[in-house]
């Protein structure tokens, strides 16, 4: 399912890919992939965030086609160009990093989607403490905090947190370290509870 969603200052529009799907290719016959989606479960792969100004799309668009190379060269793109914008602590980077995640994932390179996931899990709390922090000053209070707001925004950053968070626990069941996804799995859907649970 993709979803619009916007901050409460209406400066970044999101779309979140929390579907679903298997991207990147078919599932190889016999696989425990295909076998869990023969017993009603859904294989679940690591989801791009696609920024408001296409940010990602390219990436996610050569991932599905099989070209997971150049999908890596476009989501490193997309993040240097997002750190020339913002520096490397800004919320924003949160989507680039978990874009090279997923692309990392894909690519089989579990310890460089872990590193590039745990950056945008480390900004996504920041911004998140920032946002629930800013949201309990009244509003005439003069204290203001860059990319927080209440309400919807916090609703946002919780979202975008939880999909990183999920995103992690995918690349390590698909690693093989059951014990490190559930736990990441967990703190997802502590935040958002309509992602999917692994049995």
């Known amino acids: 399912?993709?979803?619009?969603?916007?901050?409460?200052?209406?400066?970044?529009?999101?779309f979140l890919a929390v579907g679903s799907v298997i991207m990147g290719?078919?599932?190889?016959?016999?696989?425990?992939?295909?076998?869990?989606a023969g017993a009603g479960q859904v294989a679940v792969a690591p989801q791009m965030i696609l920024g408001a100004n296409g940010e990602?799309?390219?990436?996610?668009?050569?991932?599905?086609?099989?070209?997971?190379?150049?999908?890596?060269?476009?989501a490193e793109k997309d993040l240097q160009t997002s750190i020339a914008r913002s520096g490397f602590s800004a919320f924003?980077?949160?989507?680039?990093?978990?874009?090279?995640g997923v692309v990392y994932t894909a690519e089989g390179r579990y310890a460089e989607a872990h590193k590039m996931f745990s950056r945008a899990i480390g900004l996504?709390?920041?911004?998140?403490s920032q946002a629930q922090m800013a949201a309990g000053y009244s509003g005439g209070s003069t204290y203001t905090q860059a990319g927080a707001g209440a309400g919807t925004g916090v609703a946002v950053q919780k979202k975008i947190l939880a999909l990183c968070l999920f995103n992690n626990s995918i690349a390590y069941r698909k690693e093989g370290d059951l014990a490190k996804a559930a736990r990441f799995q967990a703190d997802a859907r502590k935040l958002d509870p309509a992602l999917p649970e692994w049995k």
């Open 56 to 74: 990602g799309r390219k990436a996610q668009e050569l991932l599905q086609a099989g070209r997971p190379a150049e999908a890596r060269a476009a």
């Open 1 to 14: 399912m993709i979803r619009a969603m916007r901050t409460a200052s209406g400066s970044i529009r999101l």
């Open 92 to 100: 924003g980077n949160m989507v680039p990093y978990n874009n090279l």
């Open 124 to 128: 996504g709390k920041a911004a998140l």
């Open 25 to 36: 290719g078919s599932v190889p016959e016999g696989s425990a992939a295909a076998q869990a």
